[in-house]
């Protein structure tokens, strides 16, 4: 009777164990750690890419192991990438002509920038409209800064002064993480504010930049700006302002075309005279006037008089620091003085020559568009030639 008792109890363990085996429940020690390994893996790479979801990932994969991959790979595809979080690296590259200056290295740094001074008029409208925080502006007379831009707390207005005179410590203690200035103070403000630690850009100001340089300018310092849908929409509207401006520039060289002009540049009792690579030269070359002066060397020289006699403009455009009534009083008292000379020159013995407001005096950044727009208008009226205009 041993014998098949102890066969019975042989059949019975051996049962027990195939049924063991065909299981879903795993045997301890053995398929437990494989399971944990193979999940471990896709769980770390959602939580990386979709960190908001990462707790829902967890959750899907500790209760049904066998479609972490699946369910992993879904999350990762399906997520818009709106819900992802920006980059905090803040990238400001340099426009073509600062390149061929030099300048070919971007302005890296690991945050946005939160006290930008700003020493230059030319871009801080272009930072402003992006939204950036501006602790400090130059004084100027060749824009008016935006109501809102003006009643900043605690905004600084830093007035002209010869770089050997600028005070670095008013920068300092604006806690600036970011100037911008000219280029052409690179190497004597330029290098004392980074000597302190405090990053610098560097861009075309002054008398003599060119419409196409203020345009790359902008789209450098937008493009930087453009993190979210709300601030790329709103680099797209600013750019589409040039695009707007070129439209009715090219309506305006139809109207004025084979208008030739002299641009004048007057302070006292000085006068330069601007080719069409200077700021008003330039606009005025847009717009379809062709200039009177030409020269490689430099968009804006001294006049010289013995050569400026034969010139023979059809209107001679004056621009200086003031308004323009204000210029238009000082340039026909200058033109009254040295009456046998200036009437010498056609345009101006006829009456045909205006002033212009200070705006068009030097680099006026974004506000260029505007001005442009406002110049074919007034040079319309002026001439008395019609310009159809996009508005």
């Not at 908001?52 to 990762?76: E, G, R």
Request: negative net charge; proline residues 5%.
């Amino acid at each position: 009777m041993k014998k098949p008792v102890l066969s019975l109890l042989l059949a019975t363990a051996l049962l027990m164990g195939l049924l063991a085996g065909c299981s879903g429940s795993p045997a301890p020690g053995t398929s437990a750690a494989p399971v944990q390994s193979t999940t471990a893996a896709p769980q770390t790479t959602a939580t990386a890419t979709t960190p908001d979801a990462a707790t829902a990932a967890t959750t899907t994969t500790a209760t049904t192991p066998d479609a972490t991959t699946a369910a992993t790979t879904t999350l990762a595809a399906t997520t818009p990438a709106a819900t992802e979080p920006l980059s905090q690296d803040f990238i400001l590259e340099y426009p073509e002509d600062m390149k061929a200056q030099g300048f070919t290295e971007p302005l890296k740094l690991d945050h946005v920038p939160e006290n930008i001074v700003i020493l230059s008029v030319a871009p801080v409208l272009a930072f402003y409209e992006m939204g950036a925080k501006i602790a400090g502006v130059p004084k100027t007379v060749v824009i008016d800064y935006p109501e809102e831009l003006q009643k900043v707390a605690g905004l600084v207005q830093f007035s002209a002064m010869a770089p050997d005179k600028f005070d670095a410590e008013s920068v300092v203690k604006l806690n600036a993480d970011l100037v911008v200035l000219s280029a052409t103070a690179a190497d004597t403000v330029g290098k004392t504010l980074e000597g302190l630690g405090i990053n610098c850009y560097y861009l075309y100001a002054g008398h003599t930049v060119s419409y196409e340089s203020v345009k790359m300018q902008t789209k450098c310092i937008v493009d930087a700006y453009s993190r979210d849908e709300a601030s790329t929409a709103k680099a797209r509207e600013i750019m589409a302002r040039f695009e707007k401006t070129e439209a009715n520039c090219e309506a305006a060289k139809k109207a004025f075309a084979g208008q030739k002009a002299m641009v004048l540049q007057s302070g006292g009792e000085s006068h330069y005279i601007q080719t069409s690579k200077g700021t008003l030269g330039s606009m005025m070359d847009l717009i379809g006037f062709t200039n009177v002066f030409e020269n490689p060397g430099a968009p804006m020289v001294q006049l010289d008089y013995e050569q400026a006699l034969s010139y023979e403009p059809d209107v001679v455009v004056c621009v200086g620091s003031t308004d323009a009534e204000t210029h238009k009083a000082t340039m026909a008292a200058a033109f009254a003085d040295k009456a046998d000379y200036w009437n010498a020159i056609g345009a101006i013995k006829e009456g045909k020559w205006l002033a212009l407001p200070s705006a068009y005096v030097s680099n006026a950044g974004l506000k260029i568009t505007d001005n442009l727009n406002t110049l074919i208008e007034t040079m319309a009226e002026f001439l008395g030639i019609e310009v159809e205009l996009q508005k």
